[in-house]
């Protein structure tokens, strides 16, 4: 009896056996059917450190390890250990290590990430605990023309600080635009420009009006007759800049029918300090009509051509590779912008124009 038992558990034990070798042997053809990875199978388990994402934005937000390690109260050279740590576990350069430092593309994209980061933990704390603490917000910076800066662009502001969570630092007729933004040192750029760059985004925003004024006493001795392409060339012009000029080109041959090339300039980039000159007697010049119809009402300066301003069509430039915290701030920027600009077009438009001037009118 004893060794028919010992038989059926020998027997048994074989059997299971090559049902083992059998099950082995299937799964290992499995495996050996399946496509060849073209990366190790490590690389699916990494996990990012956020201790030396942290490390790394603020490396790059200071432009310098020296400035991140007084940041984060630490040396310079755990700082430099942490970013190494990161790199050596994605086998990628992140940073461009020269002065100021700069994020290489995979240091942006892990920058992007680090943004996220901050914007989902802050929206979470939130919903779980009304009284906790807000973390740090987040920063962003916006190039801004000075004409949008004095009118339309300081009524967004607020509403976008309070709704967006954040910290702005504004930009103002910055050379760099362009690359400032490709680098990733802007979130966005406000201009006239309707073309895309490559790497970017460009939204419309909607129109900004321009009116032509100068002083009285100005206008009398410069236009005693109104615009004229022969008192154009003598009487000096007021612009925002050189670049900027485009903008007086095309109001000229809006009144005048034709181009001029050569006319006198300054070029004042300050929105306000240009107002003051043409308010001084210095020259004429375009002003949002906010600020022209403001001057015109006080009897600081005239309208030199009031049956026609100038509408110039505003766009937002943004990065096409921004991160989902940012592309909601975005968003949130153009929705405000649009709705500011219209209703001060509609303001604009029903204010009450005055009638072209003649020369007895601007006689003092």
Known sequence: MSHSIEGAREHSSDSAHDNESQNTGTVQEDLLSLPARSEPLTHSLLRLNREHLETLACVVE???FDRAANKLYISRGAVSQRIRALEDTLELTLLIREKPVLPTRA??????HVQSLRMLESATLRQLRRDAAPLLPLSVSIAVDGDSLATWFSKVLPSLLVEGQLTVAVVTDSQDEVQ???RG???GRVTTESESRAGSLVEFLGEMEFQCIASRAFAQQYFPQGLSALCIRSAPAIVSSHN???LHDRFLRLNLGFHIERYMKHCIPDSQARKQAIASGCGYGLLPSESALSMIASSAAVDLAPSNPIRIPMYWHHAESECLALRKISDL?????????SVSIAATTNHVKTEPVSASQIRI
């Open 62 to 64: 200071q432009k310098s």
């Open 107 to 112: 240091g942006k994209v892990l920058l992007n």
């Open 180 to 182: 400032l933004l490709k």
């Open 185 to 187: 040192d802007l979130m």
């Open 244 to 246: 900027t000029g485009v």
């Open 333 to 341: 920027f153009v929705e405000i912008a649009r709705h500011t600009l």
